[in-house]
């Protein structure tokens, strides 16, 4: 092997060149303009190939360490660290995590390197399948892709928790809060968040969760308007003016469901370096890491603007972002909702129904053809106050027993 000789293709041409110039069929400033080289540097190869042969043309610090070669303790010491405190970490949060944490500056690439000689684990893209590419909306507001996320969130040192997630389609700028569970009231009160921080979007892309999209079949009454079931959350949207968009397959809305995959990466780790176990302080933490998050991922649009409409006011947004149903009001003007009954003041206007609305923050309200009652709730001793009907014990006892006829509202 000590015959064997190693040379680019760059190399081999300049030994080429240099040899005419040897031997006197070229002259070195013809040479140096060929190789694109001063006249000096030129004369120095033609020397060094006379006295070293082809050896000349190589370069001298081949094979030898870099002068900006980390030294061995450095590396050392990361593999340490990453042992100890990033042993699932990838190369690239690594290395920021090195950055940030420790003060330690490695290229990802180098960092890989040294866990492949390490014989760690390789990491390596996963083939994905082909589908039609979608480009981007132009303007900052136009789409939201919005869907919600059930994971560990915290490894086992809290509560099982659903991250909602928002990602704008032409920045990619994202917003994200945490809940105990993905339902409508998690839904409005994350796209309440959303709207006090940027405003109402133009659309909105979703899948076909039942928080989402009604299942229920069409009644008579809204066949006859020719209008479709919508769920909470659908009424809501089209309250606002907001575009709902569907989603077939999650690769249709595949913006949110790699910062899905982000944060599970990603997330979790800031979270378990900060020491978080509930669902109150990774809320505090993500309004500190967003912000950061965005400074480093998101893009500019491709038009400048912004598409986000200003709210209506906090009054007016609650109302929209409520529940809502339609209930009947009996004779006496008590009105039914999840087994409590609530009675309307004497001036109600003498209709067969009245829609009661279920604020995010718990309170009731009832509207009259869009116009707020006044009412009170009615608890259980109230009613039997009023009850005609007289109560008598057969023996003494501790306590009356009373059973409700669910039918007849009787008391026995």
Known sequence: MEDVIRMSSKELRRLAIINKVIDRSMTALKASEVLELSYRQTKRLVRRVRINKERGIIHRLRGRPGNRRISESIRGKVIELYNRKYPDFGPTFASEKLNEID?????????????????????????????????????????????????????????????MGFIDDATGRVFCKFYDYEGTIPAMDSFNSYISQYGIPQSVYLDR?????STKKQSIEEQLRGEKSMSQFERAMNDLGVLVIHAFSPQAKGRVERLFGTFQDRLIKEMRLRGIQSKESANLFLEEYLPVFNSKFSVQPVQRGNLHRQSPGDHVLS??????????????????????????????????????????DGTIHIANNGIEQKFREITLEVMLSKSKKKLYSVSPQPCIEYKIQANRNRYV
């Not at 083939?127 to 590419?133: G, L």
């Not at 129904?353 to 279920?358: L, R």
């Open 209 to 213: 969760h039942t928080t989402y999209k």
């Open 319 to 360: 109302d929209i972002l409520s529940i809502k149903s339609e209930r009947r009001i009996s004779n006496d003007g008590v009105v039914r909702y999840n087994n409590r009954h609530f009675q309307l003041d004497g001036t109600f206007r003498r209709t067969k129904t009245v829609t009661i609305s279920e604020r995010l």
């Open 103 to 163: 003060n330690i500056n490695v290229c990802p690439e180098t960092l890989r390197l040294w866990l492949l000689a390490e014989s760690k684990r390789v990491w390596q893209r996963k083939r994905k399948k082909s589908r039609n590419w979608r480009p981007r909306k132009e303007y900052f507001g136009e789409m939201v892709q919005l869907d919600g996320s059930a994971h560990d969130w915290l490894e086992g040192r809290g509560p099982s928790m659903v991250l």
